[in-house]
Structure formats: structure tokens, C-alpha cells
């Protein structure tokens, strides 16, 4: 099948893979403990029928002509092998914790892999590792009930029979990109979208001041640690008529609070946040696996000390408006912005919100009971991401919400973590009993000491680049005037210099990944994502590839893709 471009979001992910280096950092983990009479063999017939089904659980995502894109597998040569073993139960729940943090690599690995281990007689645990760039969490109800119907089809000794899906993830990224035009065109959806976000986003602080235990290391670990968040069923009650009477959702809600909380702990008063939302926005992409998901960054302004009801209206009014622009992807954002790049923090936000309405992984196979069990790879970039799930009850009312306050293990430690979300339930019930009251006298646990200190520790200022000398300086050696004609024919400029920053000259990731594929061409040497965005100048990258005797190890697809 011919090769077909990543969507945009595949793109942050593809390129995230690539700048980070293999990690686990985007494993979804799902951990289904079965009991009851199992038919291992008919699971496995039923997980190749679903990969045959969905296209991108048999994509791999190689580079052709210096651009990332979809190859699609024929379901003979790209299905997963479902791996069993029969093991006690302290090796099963080591074995799943191994797997799970086993990293993809997306130009070569399908991504998706499965295992299923014997702990007992009709007592199995059922491990499935997707990689992000193929699945999100709006995914789980399509996966699981094509798994469960090709299941009991394979039990009867049939093939399942689906109505055929009426579009694949690849048409999907082909028709977004149809979408939104191009930002050159000043009447595409593209163009208009940015000029929103240019807007939206002027001026975004840098970094956010936070109550951290240590200064932010050079390079994040990505090493997340988590305490628990828990909302009891009335105070969920009461946070819902709160929003209903301020035209508000639960989510504006959170988001207010949030926001309320950051400036309480001396984070500012300009607060950006991140936040996934599904773009799903057609019905033939309801029953289709993939990754449709978008980042938005929502700015909340909590300055001159509002009452609750305040804050809330304004939030309100700048998510709304950020939802009704929410088509551009994340990555053009960040393009159009253009702030310091680093490996040490998340580019515009380093906080983010995930809220879900009642969102279940269920998975129902016949005669079987399958109960999910949660797994944290304790991978992440962020600093902070509340993560909450809202419950209902039996009759319908609120049931309470519950999740997880996620921190970087750089930069706090779990005592620190644990009052940060002390405090947000503290201040969800404070504004939940007095909304009019001004957001600074909720009464908070965290040590002022601590506070006024996150306040005299101030975030650094890049430092400025040194003047240039003149003339400007030339190219030192073959290598490097090699390298200025092809960061020259990139960029699309008649003229480098070393010290000259891709970024800073209009390169973007995707133009970092064109780079690269010319560096690897006509050097013939392999230069990392990472080692290219650590140092992105002629100057840098020559000394990184040193005397460009190292040979490119990439293997053909054919040779290491997955049967």
C-alpha cells in the first residue's frame, strides 16, 4: 500500500520519539485480569481479525524522502504475535511492569504488541502495549468491542462480520490536511487558526514559578511520580450546580481551580495550561482506532484577586473560544510562536489538565470476566498534569470524581506533591461553600515559608547570544561547508553562518527531520533528533558528527518489521 502522510498530532508524537530518543514516555499499558474458562487461541485469532480491521494497529512510520509517513502492513506481514507464558503471580506482575516499559521504535515496530500470561487455572492477565501515535483514550470502547465481537466469533469457529469501517486513519490524515489548507493561503482554515493563537498566546510566560523541591535538571529525566486526587460524591454535587449556574462545565470548573491554586503557590497570575482535547468530529470516525487528539493551550488570568464566580466566567469565555479553534495542531502553535526551544521543559505549558466524563475501559468476552487494572509507566514531560475521571452514580447523579495529581520526580518530591493535591481539594471545597469569595482567602495547608521562598527564586532569562563577530565567521572545513548548503537548501536562505539557529531562522520539526535525512544522504552519517536539537547550528552539528565516519545503522523496514 502506498505510503500516506501522519496527521498532525501523529507528527508531535513521531517527532517526540525521535528528539527524546526510545522510551516509554507515550506507552499506553492496558491490564485486563481474565477469569474463567479462556480460549487462548481463539483471543489471539481475535486480536489478528481486529488488527486486520484497523489499519493503524499495523502501521509503522518510516522516513521516505526526508518526511515521516504512514506504512501500512498487509494484515499477513503486520499482525501482532499474542506472546503467552504461564507464570506465578509475582512473575506475571513483574513481566507486565518490563513489558509495559518496553519502548517502540516507530520506524520500524508496529504499535502495538500483546501478552497474555497464565497465573493460574482459568486465572490469566492480559497485557496490550499501544504506542499513542495509533490509539487515545477515546479508542477504548471501539478496541475492546471489536475484540470482544471477533472473540465469540472465533469461539463459534466463524470470522467476525463487521460492517466495514467507512474510513481508515490514513484517509483520516490525508482529509485533515485537506482541512486546513495552507498557511501561506490567507483564506485557509490553517491561516485564520493561526492568527488566533498568535493573538492568544502573545506574551506567554516562559516557564511557571513553582514551589519545587530542585531547580530544573538540563535534560528531564521524563520521570513521573503520582498521589492520589478523590472528590467525594457531594462536594462533586456541589461543584456541578456551581457550574450550571455559571454556564460553566465541570471541566471550566477544574480548570478555574487550577489556575486558582497555581497563583495561590506563587505561580503568577498568567497561567497557561495544557489540555487534550478528541477531534472526532465526524460520525465515520466513531468506531475507528487511532490518535485524534489535539493539545490546546488555555491562558487563564487570575489577576487582581477575583471571587471564584469571577474567575469562572473568565474562564468560561477564553475556553470557549479556545474550543472553537481548537483544529490547529499543537506543532504549528508552537511554529508560530517560535519560543526557546529546550530539552529541559515542555514548549508554552508545563502544567496540564485531563479531565474525562465518566470514560471506562471495558472489555467483555464471553464467558469471562475481565476486570481492568490500572499501570503507570512513570513516564511524562510535564511538571504537573491533574488527571481526573468523573463517576456517576446508579441514578444518574454525581458519583464522585477521582485520578491522579501526576509530578516530575526532577523537581518534586512526593511529601511536596501530596500537598499540592491536599490543597486542590481544599480549595474546590472552600469555593464550592463561598464562590463569591475572593480565590486568596481559601484556606491552604502548603508552608508560606515555602511559598516565599517559589517567590524569591526567580526564573532565569536566557542569557543573550553573544555579539557576532564581523565579518561574520566562515565555514572552517569541508564538513562544515557541506553542512551550510544544507541547512541553506532547508531553509530555503542563500546564506549560514555557524553560530546561526535553525529555529531561530524559520526550521520547524518536521524541516529538522528533512535535515537530517539530507545530512544521512549525502554525508552518510546518522545524526540524532536529539543531538540535532541540542545543538541546532552548523557549528553544533558538526561537532556532534565529528569527522562523519559513523555509518548509518538504519535498517530496511523489511528486514526488522514485525511478522
Known amino acids: 500500500m502506498a505510503a500516506a502522510p501522519l496527521s498532525f498530532a501523529q507528527e508531535r508524537l513521531w517527532f517526540l520519539n525521535q528528539v527524546e530518543g526510545l522510551s516509554a514516555a507515550y506507552n499506553s499499558p492496558e491490564v485486563f485480569r481474565l477469569s474463567g474458562p479462556l480460549d487462548a487461541g481463539a483471543l489471539e485469532s481475535a486480536f489478528r481479525d481486529v488488527v486486520a480491521r484497523h489499519e493503524i494497529l499495523r502501521t509503522v512510520f518510516p522516513v521516505v524522502n526526508g518526511h515521516p509517513c504512514q506504512q ?66 477515546w479508542s477504548a470502547e471501539p478496541l475492546w468491542g471489536d475484540l470482544a465481537q471477533a472473540y465469540e466469533a472465533r469461539l463459534a469457529g466463524t470470522e467476525p462480520h463487521w ?33 488566533y493563537w498568535r493573538d492568544q498566546l502573545a506574551g506567554l510566560p516562559t516557564e511557571l514559578r513553582l514551589p519545587t523541591d530542585r531547580t530544573r535538571p538540563p535534560v528531564a ?71 485524534f487528539v489535539n493539545v490546546l493551550v488555555l491562558r487563564a488570568n487570575t489577576a487582581g484577586d477575583p471571587s471564584f464566580r469571577a474567575l469562572l466566567a473568565r474562564i468560561r469565555d477564553t475556553d470557549l473560544a479556545a474550543f472553537e479553534h481548537r483544529e490547529l495542531p499543537f506543532d504549528k502553535v508552537v511554529h508560530a510562536l517560535n519560543p526557546e526551544r529546550s530539552v529541559d521543559r515542555n514548549p508554552l505549558y508545563q502544567v496540564s489538565i485531563a479531565f474525562y466524563d465518566g470514560l471506562e475501559n471495558v472489555l467483555r468476552l464471553k464467558d469471562v470476566v475481565a476486570r481492568h487494572e490500572s499501570l503507570d509507566t512513570n513516564t511524562g514531560r510535564l511538571d504537573l498534569i491533574v488527571d481526573l475521571n468523573e463517576k456517576r452514580a446508579e441514578s444518574g447523579g454525581p458519583g464522585g470524581i477521582e485520578g491522579t495529581l501526576a509530578f516530575a520526580v526532577d523537581l518534586f518530591d512526593h511529601e511536596t506533591a501530596t500537598l499540592i493535591a491536599r ?24 508552608p508560606a515559608d515555602r511559598l516565599q521562598a517559589a517567590a524569591n527564586q526567580k526564573v532565569a532569562d536566557p542569557a543573550p547570544a553573544p ?44 524541516a529538522a527531520t528533512r535535515l537530517i535525512s539530507r545530512i544521512r544522504s549525502v554525508l552518510g552519517v546518522r545524526l540524532k533528533v536529539g543531538e540535532f536539537f541540542a545543538e541546532p547550528t552548523v557549528a553544533g552539528v558538526a561537532r556532534r558528527i565529528g569527522d562523519a565516519s559513523r555509518p548509518d545503522p538504519l535498517p530496511s523496514i523489511s528486514r526488522r518489521a514485525r511478522s
Not at 493460574?120 to 490509539?135: D, F, Y
Not at 486546513?180 to 490553517?190: E, F, K, N, R, V
Not at 481544599?426 to 480565590?439: F, G, H, N
Open 221 to 291: 529525566s521524563s520521570v513521573v511520580g503520582t498521589v492520589p486526587l478523590q472528590l467525594e460524591a457531594g462536594l462533586h454535587g456541589k461543584l456541578e450546580e456551581l457550574a450550571r449556574e455559571s454556564e460553566a462545565t465541570m471541566f471550566m470548573v477544574v480548570h478555574a481551580a487550577v489556575a486558582a491554586l497555581l497563583t495561590r503557590l506563587g505561580a503568577g497570575t498568567d497561567l497557561p495550561v495544557g489540555t487534550m482535547v478528541a477531534d472526532r468530529g465526524d460520525d465515520a470516525l466513531n468506531d475507528l482506532v487511532g490518535f
Open 72 to 137: 501500512v502492513l498487509s494484515p499477513d506481514h503486520g499482525n501482532p504475535v499474542l506472546e503467552r507464558a504461564e507464570l506465578s503471580e509475582q512473575d506475571a506482575q513483574e513481566a507486565v511492569a518490563k513489558a509495559a516499559a518496553r519502548d517502540f521504535d516507530l520506524t520500524v515496530d508496529l504499535p502495538v504488541r500483546v501478552w497474555l500470561f497464565a497465573v493460574a487455572p482459568e486465572e490469566h492477565v492480559l497485557l496490550v502495549v499501544l504506542h499513542h501515535i495509533a490509539w487515545d483514550a
Open 423 to 446: 490543597d486542590l481539594v481544599l480549595l474546590l471545597e472552600a469555593v464550592a461553600a463561598a464562590p463569591d469569595a475572593p480565590i486568596s482567602q481559601a484556606d491552604l495547608q502548603f
Open 467 to 510: 555579539p557576532r563577530a564581523t565579518p561574520p565567521s566562515a565555514a572552517r572545513s569541508a564538513l562544515e561547508q557541506t553542512l551550510h548548503g544544507l541547512f541553506a537548501e532547508v531553509l530555503k536562505r542563500t546564506e549560514i553562518q555557524d553560530d546561526d539557529d535553525f529555529f531561530l531562522l524559520g526550521g520547524h520539526s518536521l
Open 163 to 195: 460492517s466495514p469501517l467507512p474510513v481508515q486513519y490514513s484517509g483520516y490524515a490525508v482529509w485533515q490536511r485537506a482541512l486546513l489548507g495552507d498557511a501561506d493561503d490567507p483564506a485557509s482554515m490553517m491561516s485564520r487558526e493561526l492568527a
